[in-house]
């Protein structure tokens, strides 16, 4: 599978953005389906998560409440779904796919595919 991420931009503190996740290839049996962001110098971070069977959605501390990821259209994979963002919210951001039914859907380690990111700026 091929994916990128798109939907990045500049935007003001306490603005939103829609982040998308699109698929080229394989896209039955995926198990979860994550979101991170990185900053230059830091680890990438969890942002979101989504079990792919269930819908199950689950987010990082510094997002809940904040950032709704959720399932997508025939074209789109997922979206995230970011509201009253502060300029901590900046960083590029990332989709990721894991097929195998195992580990941490909040684990970086556990993806098996990444897609290109999408840069997000948050200006105060």
């Known amino acids: 599978v091929q994916l990128q991420a798109s939907g990045g931009g500049l935007v003001q503190a306490g603005g939103s953005l829609r982040l998308s996740c699109t698929a080229s290839?394989?896209?039955?049996?995926?198990?979860?389906v994550g979101w991170f962001r990185q900053t230059p110098g830091k680890e990438r971070e969890f942002v979101a998560g989504?079990?792919?069977?269930?819908?199950?959605?689950f987010y990082g501390d510094s997002v809940k409440g904040r950032f709704r990821a959720s399932r997508g259209d025939a074209s789109t994979l997922v979206y995230l779904t970011m509201n009253s963002l502060t300029p901590e919210d900046t960083a590029e951001y990332f989709c990721?796919?894991?097929?195998?039914?195992?580990?941490?859907?909040?684990?970086?380690?556990?993806?098996?595919?990444w897609g290109q990111g999408t840069q997000v700026t948050v200006s105060s």
């Open positions: 990721a796919v894991r097929y195998g039914a195992r580990g941490n859907l909040n684990s970086v380690q556990t993806y098996e595919y």
């Open positions: 290839g394989r896209t039955f049996s995926i198990y979860g």
């Open positions: 989504i079990h792919w069977s269930t819908s199950t959605t």
